[in-house]
């Protein structure tokens, strides 16, 4: 991963993570950008997850529809808080059912959210996999839920998603520049696709963020969504919200939305500080 996405110092990042309310979710969803600008939102999310989570399914995407999904093959990998193992058999199991390939690429969206699944869970194995924006992705969530508990399990899966990318630098500026446009990215169409998910309905979330352009890898999403629902967990719930304008000095021409969206179990909610 290139300087910026995350501290490279142990004990930059333990001071970053320290202090955030554990949960009970079986699911979430978190940004993926630098941690300057998502890291607190990301924290948040990942935080939420059962403390006695033995296996972290962490599902990136930046993968048009219709292709494989790609899940890492290593034995581990590798952060600043020291190496994680890969749940090999889990993985293995999986890799059959889902007709996935080998993630060769370079990609932030599950790398820059590993040294928070190592702090948060120091003990726990991970699986890397990364899903395209389509409805197969839902199901596939569904069949991680299964696999997990065939095998005895306590899994959970973490999805990563950016928001609307917006301005200049995206080329996707229909509302112009400035205030106006930052709050219609808020109000209107970082809301409409949250709503999506909390309605749970995997055919509006793709097709949202396809036609509105309001997420970057629906395809993890949708997978969050069918690995809850076939847990029996509770519709999403926004833990926090923000954008990357938040961290410049005035409205910025290119700015990202962020979400911690969290799965709890039936019944349960979790206060976050």
Request: net charge negative; proline share 7%; with cysteine.
């Amino acid at each position: 991963m290139p300087p910026g996405w995350y501290p490279r110092n142990p004990g930059e990042i333990s001071h970053f993570l320290s202090g955030f309310d554990r949960g009970a979710a079986r699911a979430a969803i978190a940004p993926h950008a630098g941690w300057f600008y998502s890291g607190q939102t990301a924290a948040k999310a990942v935080s939420s997850l059962e403390p006695a989570t033995e296996t972290v399914v962490v599902i990136g995407g930046h993968l048009p529809s219709g292709v494989s999904p790609l899940c890492a093959l290593e034995d581990a990998v590798q952060t600043p808080l020291g190496p994680v193992p890969i749940d090999a058999e889990l993985r293995d199991i999986l890799m059959e059912e889902l007709d996935m390939r080998e993630d060769r690429y370079r990609d932030n969206t599950v790398e820059v959210l590993l040294p928070m699944a190592r702090f948060f869970f120091p003990n726990a194995r991970i699986v890397w996999m990364r899903f395209p924006a389509d409805t197969d992705s839902f199901d596939a969530g569904k069949t991680i839920a299964r696999c997990a508990g065939t095998l005895g399990r306590s899994a959970a899966v973490l999805a990563s998603a950016d928001l609307t990318h917006y301005g200049v630098n995206y080329g996707f500026s229909p509302k112009g520049s400035g205030p106006a446009a930052l709050q219609w990215v808020t109000e209107v169409n970082d809301r409409r696709f949250i709503e999506a998910v909390q309605k749970g309905d995997p055919e509006m979330v793709i097709q949202r963020a396809d036609l509105e352009r309001s997420c970057c890898s629906a395809g993890s999403v949708v997978a969050a969504l069918g690995f809850a629902q076939e847990l029996g967990a509770s519709p999403a719930r926004l833990a926090e919200y923000a954008t990357s304008a938040a961290q410049a000095d005035e409205c910025p021409d290119s700015f990202v939305g962020y979400a911690a969206l969290v799965f709890d179990p039936a019944g349960v909610g979790m206060k976050i500080k």
